[in-house]
């Protein structure tokens, strides 16, 4: 079908390309509504093709040559080939049937589904250039059958230089009909075979030696006794009968050896070696050693079948008790990594383990709090492991050398032990010595020394100052005397009289002095009194001096003879009265009187 829009459009790639999307849509809704195409998918009518170019354009034609004819009008010339049935289709809501070519002539001509003025400059097609002409050929993807024409079936695509159906390769696969090509598989995938139609049939290309184990999609190794020496192999090829592989994943039938006696397998380096532990070989039944079923294991090496697996298995952090036939926990300070073992490792030393049957070296833990630096011990302390007692960190910490306090707090042992300036003097081993000035001596300088002469003239001071305080006692001694003599000698020998009126006794609570008491003193005591009050603590003398004359022998006899002595004489004078009120101001007076 062909058909030519005016030429008042600019013929440039923007209109070209607009008119043929405009084109592509038309055509869609019109197979949506009548089902003229043969295939249709998610994007339409499969196999429209849409073809529009500028009139008088031809295809070698030179940038130069576009670029002017695309500023100048032109017509737009479109070619439509559409894949259609061959049976007439029914109209929509009615029981006419319409041959497709009749369909798409009234959907031109009668219709407005190529009108497309809205989007283009006089965009309503010239309908006298319409040109529809029916061709019997199958699409690609088809192939003519009869005289019909049948798509190409999943898995296949429609090859072009045979013209037929063919399966997709290996790596490929086509999960839809009637096309031209299949799809490849994901990088580092392959399909089992030829024809592959869904893409969960791309499996892992395994290597060489490899197969694919199609239960869980992964690659395997061929195992003891087989080989593969291609890629992408699904399968690997067993060795003859009596022969093995060295390794599981042998590549060439050259690897294959002689079979090895029972209990037996061949090794890597190609020499036999005895089954381990767990295990067990026949020849003839079995390529390699097999392991025994699960919780079972053999007492040792070389065993040659099935019935020799009769211990239980150890599992990691257990040890085979080989009298009795039971797995026994890993003490603490112990572990197991393996299985199937009948002894347990031991911790490193000062290690041990939280609880018994320990799986990994890695459960050891040190008790050592020195070694771990879990310990608060000074930096000048030395940290002294002690054994834990119930899992409780136990250890010391014992102040360095020259160093002193509890361990955890250690100071510099010179300070402040040296006393008196002494110098602190370290000396191995362990000796804290002061070096003390000339003054001082002792552990710590603690004491005072005093030289002979300082002795000497300490001594010599002591006795001088003893000397002059006795010099000094005797000089207050001899002026207090002398004050006093010179007291008694400036008063007169008088007779003290109070007053006329009182008798001649003494002021004081006594009887006149007898004669023989006057003649024992110059001076005497007036009178003693006593205060009552508590202001005086002692009692206070007054004396009172009175001149005697001088008596010879003669004189005293007759004195004693004659008791009687003449009264004295009242004394007088300013003096007198001085020492008069004087003695009155301190006389005793009773209380009350």
């Avoid at 894949?83 to 007439?88: G, I, Q, T």
């Avoid at 081993?429 to 710590?444: K, L, S, V």
């Avoid at 005397?481 to 008063?491: K, L």
């Avoid at 005497?524 to 603590?537: A, F, K, L, N, S």
Wanted: proline content about 8%; some cysteine.
């Amino acid at each position: 079908m062909s058909v030519n829009y005016p030429a008042t459009n600019l013929c440039n790639s923007a209109s070209k390309d607009a008119l043929k999307d405009k084109l592509y849509e038309a055509l869609n809704n019109v197979n949506r509504k009548w089902n003229l195409c043969t295939l249709t998918d998610n994007n339409g009518c499969v196999g429209l093709q849409v073809n529009v170019k500028c009139e008088n354009e031809e295809e070698d034609e030179t940038e130069l040559v576009r670029s002017i004819r695309a500023t100048s009008p032109s017509a737009l010339r479109v070619q439509i080939e559409i894949p259609v049935k061959r049976n007439p289709v029914n109209e929509p809501g009615s029981i006419i049937r319409l041959s497709p070519a009749d369909v798409i002539q009234n959907e031109v001509i009668n219709g407005t589904t190529f009108n497309f003025e809205k989007v283009l400059p006089n965009g309503h097609p010239d309908l006298s250039s319409f040109q529809l002409v029916e061709e019997f050929s199958c699409q690609p993807g088809q192939v003519p059958i009869g005289d019909s024409c049948v798509p190409c079936a999943p898995g296949q695509f429609h090859s072009s230089v045979t013209n037929q159906c063919e399966l997709c390769a290996e790596g490929d696969y086509q999960p839809l009909t009637g096309r031209t090509e299949c799809f490849k598989c994901p990088t580092g995938q392959i399909t089992p075979g030829k024809g592959a139609i869904y893409e969960q049939e791309c499996k892992p290309n395994c290597p060489p030696g490899h197969q694919l184990n199609a239960a869980t999609s992964t690659c395997v190794p061929c195992g003891f006794g087989f080989y593969q020496p291609s890629g992408g192999s699904f399968t690997c090829i067993a060795c003859g009968v009596g022969k093995t592989t060295l390794t599981d994943k042998a590549t060439s039938e050259q690897e294959c050896r002689d079979e090895c006696p029972d209990g037996e397998q061949l090794s890597h380096a190609g020499i036999c070696q005895a089954c381990p532990v767990g295990s067990y070989r026949t020849r003839g039944e079995h390529k390699q050693c097999i392991e025994c079923p699960i919780g079972t294991t053999t007492e040792g090496k070389s065993s040659t079948r099935r019935e020799q697996c009769n211990t239980p298995r150890c599992n990691p952090g257990q040890f085979l008790v080989r009298e009795t036939k039971h797995c026994q926990f890993c003490p603490r300070g112990a572990y197991q990594d393996e299985p199937q073992q009948s002894t347990c490792k031991l911790c490193p030393a000062d290690h041990t383990t939280s609880a018994p049957g320990a799986t990994a070296s890695s459960q050891c833990y040190s008790t050592n709090q020195c070694a771990t630096g879990e310990y608060n011990c000074s930096w000048h302390a030395n940290c002294i492991d002690l054994p834990d007692e119930n899992d409780i960190p136990s250890y010391e910490c014992v102040c360095k050398p020259f160093y002193r306090g509890n361990g955890t707090h250690c100071v510099d042992a010179c300070n402040d032990y040296c006393l008196n300036d002494g110098i602190c003097k370290k000396n191995p081993p362990e000796i804290i010595e002061c070096d003390c000035n000339e003054h001082f001596n002792g552990p710590r300088c603690e004491f005072r020394i005093q030289p002979k002469s300082q002795k000497v003239t300490l001594i010599t001071a002591a006795i001088g100052g003893v000397v002059a305080i006795l010099v000094a006692i005797v000089i207050i001694i001899f002026m207090i005397s002398f004050r006093f003599n010179r007291a008694s000698d400036t008063v007169p020998e008088k007779s003290v009289g109070l007053d006329a009126d009182i008798p001649h006794s003494n002021f004081l609570y006594t009887t006149r002095p007898s004669l023989s008491e006057s003649l024992a003193a110059r001076s005497r005591p007036v009178g003693y009194y006593y205060e009552d009050e508590e202001e005086y603590e002692t009692a206070k003398r007054v004396y009172v001096s009175e001149e005697i004359p001088p008596i010879s022998n003669a004189s005293i006899i007759n004195a004693v003879a004659a008791p009687t002595i003449p009264p004295p004489q009242a004394p007088s004078g300013p003096e007198f009265e001085e020492r008069l009120r004087h003695v009155q101001q301190h006389l005793y007076m009773p209380k009350g009187q």
